[in-house]
């Protein structure tokens, strides 16, 4: 090869190598940094997360596990895993309770350098593949049967497409002989859930003593709240006497979705946020 022809191939390969470094190098450091999510938990029925519990009396309520994404663009291939002290999930739902078939559950016996007893065994719900619009939220409910006072520790892990983090929370069961409007409504889907013609058949009390305690709720709501109860129900089969049992669990399905709004409405969860690195 001669020297001219040398030149000019050292001055292509050079020229070569220089687009290459640019083009990607603008596609590494000109693409914006992903920022962490934000891990946001809630409990519905409580005012904090910190709740009153009174004895043979378990609530039933909504763990919320909300993820905000600060990012202008979408997120996608989320990698979660939630951790819920074993015993308590009844499974991943929507608003109203109802279940969801989504990600799957596994259970670990890992110890946590802050929960209460490290190595308790936890179950936790596992998803490799949610999406976060960007500027968006997702909001995820679990749904929770609580029987016993105590501290129960909660974490949620976040990686897979976004930085590592987490975020724990530590829920307070406290024993009370007293019971706020979102408590006893916690009771009364416990149990009303276990009237539903779906439900068990292990519901301390019977069909009427349930609706005698939902009468006895719903009269006692502030007036703007009671109102809405009565609009909201105007449509549902009436609590009568002489039901077929069908009847009168027909009666309770119809008024349990109405009982989680209803709970909405008179507490304001306490949110705690954190962009934590794991």
Not at 129 to 138: D, F, L, Q, R
């Amino acid at each position: 090869m001669s020297s001219l022809a040398q030149a000019i191939f050292i001055v292509l390969a050079v020229a070569l190598l220089a687009v290459g470094i640019a083009f990607f190098g603008a596609a590494t450091f000109g693409r914006p940094r992903t920022k962490p999510l934000q891990i946001h938990y809630a409990l519905e029925g409580g005012s904090s997360f910190r709740m009153l519990l009174r004895a043979g009396h378990p609530q039933t309520v909504l763990l919320q596990v909300g993820l905000e994404n600060p990012n202008p663009f979408n997120l996608e291939g989320v990698a979660i895993n939630s951790l819920i002290p074993q015993g308590l999930q009844q499974g991943r739902c929507g608003s109203h309770g109802q279940l969801l078939d989504r990600g799957h559950w596994l259970s670990t016996l890992e110890k946590l350098e802050n929960e209460p007893d490290p190595g308790t065994p936890k179950d936790y719900w596992a998803d490799e593949n949610v999406t976060v619009a960007g500027e968006g939220s997702k909001l995820l409910f679990f749904k929770l049967r609580i029987s016993r006072p105590g501290s129960y520790f909660f974490k949620t892990l976040l990686f897979g497409s976004v930085p590592k983090q987490h975020e724990e929370a530590m829920l307070e069961v406290i024993d009370s002989d007293s019971q706020t409007f979102g408590g006893t409504i916690g009771e009364l889907i416990s149990e009303g859930e276990r009237l539903t013609p779906d439900g068990p058949v292990t519901a301390a009390m019977n069909i009427q003593e349930w609706v005698n305690q939902l009468a006895f709720l719903t009269g006692a709501l502030p007036d703007q709240d009671r109102h809405w109860w009565t609009v909201a129900t105007a449509d549902a089969p009436a609590l009568d006497s002489g039901w077929t049992i069908r009847d009168e669990r027909q009666v309770i399905t119809s008024r349990l979705p109405l009982l989680y709004d209803l709970r909405r409405r008179l507490d304001r969860p306490t949110v705690v946020v954190s962009d934590k690195a794991a």
